[in-house]
């Protein structure tokens, strides 16, 4: 339960942390909050031989909006978000996700950034940048690239960045009233990773769904956005009728895994009592 | 790879100059190089919360940061809570009165918990009480005295 031994490097600027992540150290790793890799290490899952301590790097702390995007900086912690006066259907859900990120002690320590990093297929930050195909800035002294959600996530703990990159940003979109957003998971105890968890994104006009983003987690080895549900809220009438429907559609779409927290059948069935749960309690909110 | 580098902790506002392994967790560095035992240490994982101390104010898990990542953090662990033992923290006191502890293992971590949240904001609903006293694990009380002391504690802080 203690983690085998590594070299420490906490650079001062942001320059300094990308020419570290550059230098040809094997087995180097980044550490932002460190909520998911120091439990790793103590259990000896993860062994990395230097870590590249951010925690300097005050500018990646900001959340800024420019225009109609929010751009949230890698280090934001998750208390942050939880507690952002940010306005409207973003913000709401800003606010609901981070209320489910592990306990208070994990939020006040741990970061939206860390969390895309580490890539947890169940990580609400992982489905909301998934679900509203938010846009991650990764930076490298090669230079800076955006990668789209979509392909973001590759699987398991595993993205799209290279070794010497480190995530400095992510651009939400700003979603106007019209839109209704929600999230609903289950876990077993308050705190743990969700076995099943939905978030939705539908614009609504004049009862009629013009546009609608469902992403799932606990169903793939990445966040996973249901086409068949998006079907088939397109063009409906919004109400409880429809997510039904919806969320028979995403159960019959899913493939889940089966593991000792839930089997595949008991998953679909989280699919169809959540995806209804989340967006009638975001039609409230 | 097993140097150790020379660091300074400022905890309950006193300096400890130590020298630890970059490996040593804030828990095992204030244990074993500060002596500050007070800080509990379950399942150096995250989960039981046994070892939550404050950073900043803020409560956080003693096991999952390390002690090289604290220079410049004002620690708080459960030994300043109180200057002296006839004043006792409220927390502390409330968690006497109400019998909020039976074997005192999860209790330092229960009362960082609820020191930090509420001298942040005495206000807190039930609701939101309940919430955050869902971060820690205890294995005897039941949590219903654990409650209603930190409620009681709530009651005392209130301007």
Redesign the interface.
């Known amino acids: ?8 490097v ?1 650079p001062n600027t942001l320059q300094e942390a990308l020419e570290l992540l550059a230098d040809g150290t094997e087995d180097s790793k980044v ?1 932002s909050g ?2 998911s890799l ?2 790793m ?3 000896r899952l993860a062994r990395p ?1 230097r ?1 590249v ?1 951010i ?1 300097r790097l005050s500018e990646l702390e900001v959340i800024r909006t420019v225009d109609d995007r929010v751009h949230v900086g890698a280090r934001v912690r998750h ?1 942050q978000l939880q507690n952002t006066p940010l306005g409207g259907p973003l913000g709401s859900l800003l606010r609901r996700s981070a ?1 489910l990120v592990g ?4 939020r ?2 741990g970061t939206f950034g860390g969390s895309l990093a580490h890539s947890d297929a169940a990580s609400e930050w992982c489905l909301l940048t998934r679900l509203l195909d938010a846009e991650i800035t990764v930076r490298s002294i090669r230079g800076e690239r955006v990668i789209p959600a979509a392909e973001f996530f590759v699987s398991v703990f595993t993205t799209a960045m290279e070794p010497d990159e480190l995530l400095t940003s992510v651009a939400l979109p700003v979603l106007p009233d019209d839109h209704r957003t929600g999230i609903a998971e289950f876990a077993r ?3 743990d990773f969700a076995i099943v968890a939905v978030l939705g994104d539908v614009t609504v006009s004049d009862g009629t769904v013009t546009a609608a983003r469902i992403a799932i987690g606990g169903v793939d080895d990445k966040p996973f956005r249901s086409a068949a549900a998006e079907k088939a809220l397109l063009g409906g009438t919004f109400g409880l009728d429809l997510l039904q429907s919806a969320a028979e559609a995403a159960a019959d779409e899913v493939d889940p895994p089966s593991d000792a927290h839930g089997d595949a059948v008991y998953r679909r069935d989280l699919v169809r009592a959540l995806l209804p749960r989340a967006l009638a309690a975001g039609a409230a909110a | 790879m097993t140097a150790t580098v020379p660091l300074r902790l400022l905890v309950n506002g006193e300096r400890h100059d130590i020298s630890v392994e970059p490996r040593r967790t804030l828990a095992d560095a204030l244990r074993e190089d500060c002596q500050l035992t007070g800080t509990h240490l379950g399942c150096e994982h995250g989960v039981c919360g046994a070892c939550t101390v404050l950073l900043d104010g803020q409560p956080a898990r003693a096991c999952l940061i390390f002690a090289v990542q604290c220079e410049g953090v004002s620690i708080r662990t459960v030994e300043g809570l109180s200057a002296d033992d006839e004043n006792l923290h409220p927390v502390q006191q409330a968690f006497w009165d109400h019998h909020g502890l039976q074997c005192g293992f999860c209790t330092p971590g229960f009362l960082m918990l609820a020191a930090g949240t509420l001298e942040e904001d005495p206000e807190r609903s039930d609701e939101e009480l309940r919430d955050i006293l869902s971060s820690n694990l205890c294995r005897c009380t039941g949590y219903q005295n654990i409650l209603a002391a930190t409620r009681a504690a709530a009651a005392q802080m209130r301007p």
């Open positions: 339960m203690k983690p085998s031994s590594f070299d420490y906490r550490i460190g909520q120091v439990p290490m103590n259990f031989a870590l301590d925690g208390v209320a306990h208070l002690p994990i006040t320590r105890r308050a705190g």
